[in-house]
């Protein structure tokens, strides 16, 4: 097939080849998520529209508009998304840690220098704060990484 062969074929097919790979490529997107399918899939679906508007339309034009709609598109939605914050129901998740945070410990052994350890489930933690003999009752009041900085549990609570 020679270069003229290929634009031939090109040249005859129709607004309905847009809306068949709209199709397919909103399909893939249900097998593949992340946004980008469905993005590419709208945009050949409005290249459909607009080739079917515009039947003269050349295929280079058609092709060139399904691009730069494709790659607008998805630069929009992925600014949008990042914008919006997501609605969680364990908004630490991927943090667990962070749920750490507020919860009473008992020290395993002594803060000494403000450094010490302490057994949390089957863990050990780093724990930093103010030196402490070992079972004093503290809470953590912040995470940095695995260190946990704790704070004497106050008698009055």
Same mark, same amino acid.
């Given at each position: 097939m020679d &270069?003229? +062969?290929i634009t031939a074929l090109f040249d005859q097919l129709g607004f309905w080849t847009w809306w068949i790979a709209a199709g397919l490529l909103i399909i893939l997107e249900a097998v593949v998520p992340g #946004? %980008? &399918?469905l993005w590419l899939g709208i945009s050949g679906a409005a290249v /459909? =529209?607009?080739a079917w508007l515009n039947p003269g339309l050349s295929w280079e034009i058609q092709t060139g508009l399904f691009a730069v709609l494709s790659v607008a598109s998805i630069v929009v939605w992925r600014k949008f998304i990042k914008t919006r914050p997501s609605d969680t129901d364990h908004?630490? =998740?991927n943090e667990r840690s962070k749920d750490l945070i507020g919860r009473e410990l008992t020290l395993m052994e002594p803060l000494e220098n403000g450094q010490g350890r302490t057994k949390i489930g089957?863990?050990?933690w780093l724990v930093e704060g103010p030196d402490? #003999? +070992?079972g004093t009752r503290v %809470? %953590?009041?912040a995470i940095? /990484?695995?260190t946990l900085s704790v704070e004497p549990l106050s008698t009055n609570s």
């Open positions: &270069f003229e +062969q #946004a %980008v &399918f /459909g =529209l607009i908004p630490s =998740l089957d863990s050990i402490l #003999a +070992q %809470v %953590v009041k940095d /990484g695995s």
